[in-house]
């Protein structure tokens, strides 16, 4: 079977060409760049790993709750449509709901390696152009991880959101050749590590998906910090006009972001009341609490790089979320990297002990 065969909806046309403009940059500029960006470019050559080998694709998985979210965690929990079914009907608005997210972050790892990629064209500095390189080769490993993890484990695919394929137009679509940077780098990767964290923590220990939600989450802060050096020192050269234009595309993405996560095309597919269903999770404290969480690595990030005027302030209020303004930012980048590294830790000490018990096995056998 192919993806195609997977698709819940397979969508039309089956590829999408995006009209791509900016110019191709070289330098020729050799020497040593910014020490920072230069230390991150070190760190995505030593962290490199293999989506083969490091996840233990040999776990079994449960296709109608492959994250083992409880069920106060669905999203159509508590409402009228939830209520009314059976545990058979559930656990279909579980497993559409995971395949829902899960292709949502497919999707979205293969527009975050199409701009890595173009960040190599695009950008001016030999530096950045080092550290995208390694970018590319990252999200290449999530796309094949979370296709693998769909196909293999899900057993179903959803097309791309519609509000994620305007993110990633406009921002493809644009000339200026940090728009890349803030639409991927800062917006739906600061997004996406925010939802896989979710994710991740409602796993099981030991589980595959919480090794695969891990493992991507430790590239993945690199590539939001990536985002942040590079645009601090040029943003705070920016005019007030061109400022204002980013701020607007900050604005703009962020409300697009906040309403990718309502999920319709999974009511729509189950043959669900999608007014009624998008009505209840617009409303229920739950997912309020989850959209918001969302932009916890977002709004420290544009605080941080200089797109803080009026506009920008005025939307986070509205969305609730402005005081995450105030949020360590470091830290919990530094949580994320951390955690794959104690995964790492503790597979070792659990193969070590294997180790020692074969060894005692074959010694008492001989």
Not at 3 to 21: A, N
Not at 87 to 95: G, K, W, Y
Not at 144 to 163: C, D, H, T, W
Request: charge should be negative; glycine fraction near 6%.
């Amino acid at each position: 079977m192919t993806t195609r065969d997977k698709y819940t909806q397979v969508p039309e046309p089956y590829s999408w060409e995006v009209p791509s403009v900016g110019d191709a940059r070289f330098t020729w500029e050799y020497d040593e760049g910014r020490a920072r960006l230069l230390s991150l470019y070190q760190k995505g050559k030593d962290k490199q790993w293999d989506a083969q080998s490091r996840i233990d694709w040999s776990l079994d998985v449960d296709p109608t709750n492959p994250v083992g979210v409880p069920d106060e965690f669905q999203p159509l929990f508590g409402s009228p449509a939830w209520d009314a079914a059976d545990e058979s009907r559930r656990a279909e608005f579980r497993q559409h709901n995971a395949a829902w997210n899960f292709s949502q972050f497919l999707h979205g790892e293969q527009g975050a390696m199409v701009c890595a990629a173009k960040i190599v064209e695009v950008v001016p500095d030999m530096d950045a152009k080092f550290y995208a390189a390694t970018q590319t080769m990252d999200e290449a490993r999530h796309v094949e991880a979370f296709s693998r993890f769909l196909q293999e484990k899900v057993g179903m695919v959803y097309p791309i959101n519609k509000n994620l394929t305007a993110l990633l137009g406009d921002t493809l679509r644009d000339s200026r050749w940090d728009m890349p940077y803030l639409g991927m780098q800062v917006l739906i990767e600061g997004l996406a590590l925010a939802a896989f964290g979710v994710q991740r923590d409602l796993a099981p220990e030991g589980s595959l998906t919480k090794q695969l939600l891990a493992y991507v989450m430790q590239d993945e802060a690199r590539h939001v910090a990536f985002g942040r050096i590079s645009l601090k020192d040029y943003y705070s050269a920016l005019t007030d006009a061109e400022r204002d234009e980013r701020e607007e595309f900050v604005v703009e993405a962020c409300y697009l972001m906040r309403d990718r996560f309502r999920g319709e095309e999974v009511f729509e597919t189950l043959g669900l009341d999608v007014e009624e269903c998008a009505e209840w999770v617009d409303h229920s404290p739950l997912m309020i609490q989850f959209r918001s969480h969302l932009f916890s690595r977002i709004v420290p990030i544009v605080k941080d790089i200089g797109l803080w005027g009026p506009k920008v302030q005025k939307a986070f209020i509205d969305m609730g979320i402005h005081e995450m303004a105030g949020f360590d930012i470091d830290a919990l980048m530094k949580a994320d990297e951390d955690q794959a590294e104690q995964l790492d830790t503790s597979h070792a000490e659990m193969a070590g002990r294997a180790l020692e018990v074969d060894q005692a096995i074959a010694a008492g056998a001989g």
